[in-house]
């Protein structure tokens, strides 16, 4: 079992950058692969990010192509978001999420079994 808690998230003007953390709990977090999904207001859970267990795979969702990174250190338990190029419609809650142990990560949230609190990303026009 992992637990999982972010950070990082705040206020930034459009065209911006930020990086929120996923810390992980335990001794085994190099066995789970993670992923970033966001929900803003009034809508659904939008897959953002994944990285796989060993970290040499990585997916993007097509509204964060080419100005957000995800990456990991093993051994600080953490995995990171950065995010460049700020929009406002990046606004949301920004959640990190892992399936079972050795799971390949996907872009379904369903799929994940421990989930974050979330850290809140506000971008101004």
């Known amino acids: 079992q992992v637990q999982l808690v972010e950070s990082g998230g705040g206020l930034v003007q459009a065209g911006g950058s930020l990086r929120v953390s996923c810390a992980a709990s335990g001794r085994t977090f190099s066995r789970y692969g993670v992923g970033w999904f966001r929900q803003a207001a009034g809508k659904e859970r939008e897959f953002v990010a994944a990285?796989?267990?060993?970290?040499?795979?990585?997916t993007y969702g097509e509204s964060v192509k080419g100005r957000f990174t995800i990456s990991r250190n093993n051994a600080k338990n953490t995995v990171y978001l950065q995010m460049n190029s700020l929009k406002p419609e990046d606004t949301a809650v920004y959640y990190c999420?892992?399936?079972?142990?050795?799971?390949?990560?996907?872009?379904?949230?369903?799929?994940?079994?421990?989930w974050g609190q979330g850290t809140q990303v506000t971008v101004s026009s």
């Open positions: 990285i796989s267990w060993s970290g040499g795979s990585n």
């Open positions: 999420a892992a399936p079972g142990p050795w799971m390949a990560v996907t872009i379904t949230p369903d799929q994940y079994d421990y």
